[in-house]
């Protein structure tokens, strides 16, 4: 019975890093709409290699103060040109969600 224990919690432990090596490949780059607020309507940003932030559209509600990004753990950081932190969000799904720190309005991004 400890040899068929070993060979399951061993099977379950390479799943479990499998996973985690899948999800660390995960790449938060490309376009993205941004949404601020509950009612605003989304802009376009484009999280680039190297943590810069380009948008498109109208993004005055919060979009266009985004300057740079950054991942901290599970966590994305969207930060000022002047690398102030402008909004932290964490990951659900398949999208981004979080607050604003300035005045804590919701912040969403998604695909």
Request: glycine share 14%.
């Amino acid at each position: 019975m400890n040899k068929f224990h070993s060979i399951v919690l061993g099977g379950a432990l390479a799943f479990s890093l499998i996973g985690l090596a899948h999800a660390a490949d995960a790449t938060v780059t490309g376009a993205w709409k941004l949404t601020v607020g509950t009612a605003d309507t989304p802009c376009t940003v484009t999280l680039a290699d190297g943590g810069d932030v380009t948008n498109t559209g109208d993004c005055a509600n919060g979009g266009s103060s985004v300057g740079h990004w950054k991942t901290v753990g599970t966590r994305l950081q969207l930060l000022s040109k002047n690398d102030e932190l402008v909004a932290y969000l964490q990951p659900k799904g398949d999208t981004y969600a979080g607050k604003r720190v300035a005045d804590g309005r919701t912040v969403e991004l998604a695909r």
